[in-house]
């Protein structure tokens, strides 16, 4: 815990840093934009927790459900002779 604590610390001061070194921004090295810096962090990689459990769902639900579904139609469709019919028109 306190290694991952100084890490996003340094990652902070690097930020800065590259702000700084691209000129979009110049920033002081004081302990609020540091601060700020790891708060913004601490938020993304939160939030890319989050994203990546909702990406492993999506990937589910696009890609593993319609393939049971394509197998489940030629299976019922070899079996029974004639497609299944979910809906009358």
Known sequence: MLMRLIMIILASVASIF??????????D???QNI??????I??????YKILTKF???FLFVV?????LGICFYYLYTYITGEPPSFMQF
């Open 18 to 27: 590259v702000i700084n070194f691209t000129g979009f921004y110049i920033l």
């Open 29 to 31: 090295y004081t302990w």
């Open 35 to 40: 601060l700020y810096g790891g708060l913004i």
């Open 42 to 47: 601490i938020a993304i990689m939160i939030l």
């Open 55 to 57: 990406l492993k769902l």
């Open 63 to 67: 890609i593993v459900v319609p393939v």
